[in-house]
């Protein structure tokens, strides 16, 4: 996979190189996300697919980066450690530049919210992007985590971008009947819960680390608005699934939302404005 920068207002595309061209270009964008259990997958008109793509849009959002074109050779980003550290690191050792055009960014301006069972995911008015997000898992080794981020300045980089994703070892049968996480050992690209055991070697990377990865997660998804949101994000129990289903609500209700024209004031408080590489994790 290669990320290449793209043109001011491009956004964010994959091109799936092993495709014809004809078949290829898939827009991260919300409306191209088919519904999935476990990680965020678009489809294009030709029935082509690009999966997992939650941490990388993280990453480049959590960098600031609006336009890219991303390159792929196959159907599914490479996992990696399950963390978007890798992504940002090779984002930040590359370096962006600032295109000549101000940023455009989505305004909420009424709540939106929507629920599933006891999963909740809200969208509300605020000036700059904050993720608020509650987990609550039987297994002790998880229990109960309620974290909360403003996203300004590189709080992505410094606090979540090296947040793995998790799993019970309940989970493990489900994800390999998806065909998910089978390359290697599950143990090198998850943190592994069993009851009150952390199954992985080397444990944990913080000890509210499966919450910062649903904030991570959260960030991922939120990318697909296709420009950055000013507005608060509050996920209770929420996934992939439910976040997508509250821009599909957003953006079905024009009274909602509006795009503004970042001053540069507002752009310095988006995510990754001005994050830099003294900021990275040192990385387990
Ligand atoms: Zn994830």
Redesign the pocket.
Known sequence: MTIHPASADYGIWFKRTDKLLGDAMIPARWDMVEQTALCTRIVNTSGVTVSTI??LMAALSGCGVHNALIEIDGPEVPILDGSAAAFVHAILKTGMIQQGVPVRAIEILKPVSVTRGDAHAKLTPADELRIDFHIDFVDEAIGQQTKGLNMANGSFVRELCDSR?FCRKSDVDAMRANGLALGGDLAENAVVFDGDRVLSPGGLRHSDEPVR?KM??ALGDLALAGAPILGRYCGDRAGHSLTNELLRTLFADPTAWRFVECSPAMAARLPGAGVHMAEFPAVA
Request: aromatic share 0%; net charge negative; no cysteine.
């Open positions: 939650e941490h994703t990865h991570l997660d």
